[in-house]
């Protein structure tokens, strides 16, 4: 019986390290998935959301903690680890054999909960590696979309400027163009219409010098007329003195 306790006191001690370990492993787990979670909620602030959440700590510091639990983590996984080992050597170890079975289920038990641990830290690290990587590229694209927008700024409004007036331009030929076109409609309007007159005075000639009759009539006709208009005009005149001795009298 004094036998067994004796055995049975390093795997007891052992146990009692890898529990501790675990217990210290869980809590810093916790503790980074929760700055893992701010971080990215602060990110999301930064971007204009709208949540009530408001991250207590800056990024900058938030990384370093990140670096520092991180590496505290992987020591503690490096612990347990060997702890593991430990347990292991003192299983395949003589005069164990009685306790093998139980020892090894215990020593499965703890490996298991070491590969729990280590592939949760992985997956949150990785997660953070991650977002960091891309908040930081889209920090950066949105910067340089500042840095153009303030440095462009002045260029835009000229570019503006130049647009507008280029449109005023082509506005401008757009009216002279049409204007041209209905002034070239109307001077062939005209030309047609010319064309048209000479070519009926022509036939008019022609009528006149194929018929002499026809042309002696059209002489006495205008000749009438005119003296018509002499006679009429002097008439005007004679009542318009007579008028005006009238009204002077």
């Given at each position: 019986?004094?036998?067994?306790?004796?055995?049975?006191?390093?795997?007891?001690?052992?146990?009692?390290?890898?529990?501790?370990?675990?217990?210290?492993?869980?809590?810093?787990?916790?503790?980074?998935?929760?700055?893992?979670?701010?971080?990215?909620?602060?990110?999301?602030?930064?971007?204009?959301?709208?949540?009530?959440?408001?991250?207590?700590?800056?990024?900058?510091?938030?990384?370093?903690?990140?670096?520092?639990?991180?590496?505290?983590?992987?020591?503690?996984?490096?612990?347990?680890?060997?702890?593991?080992?430990?347990?292991?050597?003192?299983?395949?170890?003589?005069?164990?054999?009685?306790?093998?079975?139980?020892?090894?289920?215990?020593?499965?038990?703890?490996?298991?909960?070491?590969?729990?641990?280590?592939?949760?830290?992985?997956?949150?690290?990785?997660?953070?590696?991650?977002?960091?990587?891309?908040?930081?590229?889209?920090?950066?694209?949105?910067?340089?979309?500042?840095?153009?927008?303030?440095?462009?700024?002045?260029?835009?409004?000229?570019?503006?400027?130049?647009?507008?007036?280029?449109?005023?331009?082509?506005?401008?030929?757009?009216?002279?163009?049409?204007?041209?076109?209905?002034?070239?409609?109307?001077?062939?309007?005209?030309?047609?219409?010319?064309?048209?007159?000479?070519?009926?005075?022509?036939r008019v000639n022609t009528l006149a010098n194929r018929f002499p009759?026809?042309?002696?009539?059209?002489?006495?006709?205008?000749?009438?007329?005119?003296?018509?208009?002499?006679?009429?005009?002097?008439?005007?005149?004679?009542?318009?003195?007579?008028?005006?001795?009238?009204?002077?009298?």
């Amino acid at each position: 019986m004094s036998r067994l306790c004796f055995i049975s006191w390093p795997s007891t001690n052992l146990r009692k390290q890898a529990r501790q370990l675990e217990n210290e492993l869980d809590l810093k787990l916790v503790s980074f998935s929760k700055l893992c979670t701010s971080y990215n909620t602060s990110r999301d602030a930064r971007r204009g959301d709208t949540s009530d959440t408001t991250p207590l700590l800056n990024n900058s510091t938030q990384d370093r903690m990140f670096d520092t639990m991180s590496v505290e983590i992987e020591q503690l996984l490096a612990k347990l680890t060997l702890v593991n080992d430990k347990m292991a050597e003192y299983t395949n170890s003589p005069g164990t054999a009685s306790l093998n079975a139980a020892l090894m289920h215990t020593l499965q038990r703890h490996r298991d909960i070491l590969q729990d641990y280590t592939h949760e830290f992985h997956k949150t690290k990785g997660n953070f590696l991650a977002i960091r990587e891309r908040e930081d590229l889209l920090g950066s694209v949105r910067k340089d979309i500042e840095m153009y927008k303030s440095g462009s700024g002045v260029n835009n409004r000229r570019t503006e400027l130049f647009l507008k007036e280029h449109e005023h331009l082509r506005n401008s030929d757009r009216l002279m163009d049409d204007t041209i076109s209905i002034a070239m409609a109307t001077k062939e309007n005209m030309t047609s219409q010319r064309g048209i007159l000479k070519s009926i005075q022509s036939r008019v000639n022609t009528l006149a010098n194929r018929f002499p009759a026809i042309n002696s009539l059209i002489q006495r006709i205008n000749l009438r007329k005119r003296r018509d208009s002499l006679i009429l005009g002097t008439v005007i005149g004679v009542c318009t003195v007579l008028l005006l001795l009238y009204a002077l009298h």
